[in-house]
């Protein structure tokens, strides 16, 4: 079957780093995503890796190893409102977005 | 605010009740999703229509009816549900169903509570 593990929550101090890390196994693989998603709201897209490599855009950067189906998204100079869950999602060889169930990620002063 | 609206934001209904969730999106995409997301679950894919043709059923109880009348719109008719159907029930959209970025924009949500 197909899967995707991330740890289900992480707490971190403000101003500080954090990694997110996810694990797939799929059946095909045509692209990683990353989304966030507040408490009550929508998910919202923040990133795309479809190659091997780091892909940094401002304080979020999200790694892709396809040979060792891992991802992780790294999250930088924390703030207060990047308290959330982080949504990784795989797509298959059928195009079809598989989810984990997310990473809820507690901010601290 | 994301381009994607959804109405009612939240329902409750009792198990013979016949509702219906209404989608629309404004960014011009050509392909729609329905998702159910439960708590400390995965998103769960229901439907993807990409053109105003279904191309997914991901095994979704008959309970469960969607309709896309245009590419901007998006309904899932309910009837006869069952408690566990209690869940967020997303609406997405993307450019179409395929490869590339086609990242998907979701919709607020509608909160269902089934009595």
């Known amino acids: 079957g197909q899967n995707i593990d991330q740890p289900t929550e992480m707490t971190a101090t403000e101003g500080a780093i954090v990694q997110i890390n996810c694990t797939y196994q799929t059946s095909g693989f045509n692209g990683l995503f990353w989304y966030q998603q507040h408490a009550g709201e929508a998910p919202t897209f923040l990133s795309y890796?479809?190659l091997d490599g780091l892909e940094e855009k401002g304080r979020f950067s999200s790694f892709l190893s396809r040979s060792k189906g891992y991802s992780y998204l790294l999250l930088k100079e924390l703030q207060m409102k990047d308290s959330a869950s982080y949504l990784c999602?795989?797509?298959?060889?059928?195009?079809?977005?598989?989810w984990g169930a997310g990473t809820k990620l507690i901010i601290k002063p | 605010e994301t381009g994607v609206t959804q109405t009612p934001r939240h329902l409750v209904m009792g198990m013979t009740n016949k509702k219906s969730l209404k989608c629309e999106q404004h960014l011009g995409h050509n392909a729609m999703y329905w998702y159910k997301q439960s708590a400390k679950k995965p998103l769960e894919l229901m439907f993807v229509?990409?053109?105003?043709?279904?191309?997914e059923n991901n095994s979704v109880p008959s309970r469960f009816s969607p309709e896309c009348p245009n590419s901007s719109h998006l309904f899932l008719h309910l009837h006869t549900l069952q408690p566990e159907d209690s869940a967020l029930y997303l609406c997405?959209?993307?450019?179409?169903?395929?490869?590339?970025?086609?990242?998907?924009?979701f919709g607020p949500g509608t909160r269902l509570t089934v009595l």
């Open positions: 229509y990409n053109f105003k043709e279904q191309t």
């Open positions: 999602a795989v797509r298959d060889s059928n195009y079809q977005l598989i």
């Open positions: 997405a959209s993307s450019q179409e169903d395929g490869g590339g970025p086609n990242e998907q924009f």
């Open positions: 890796n479809v």
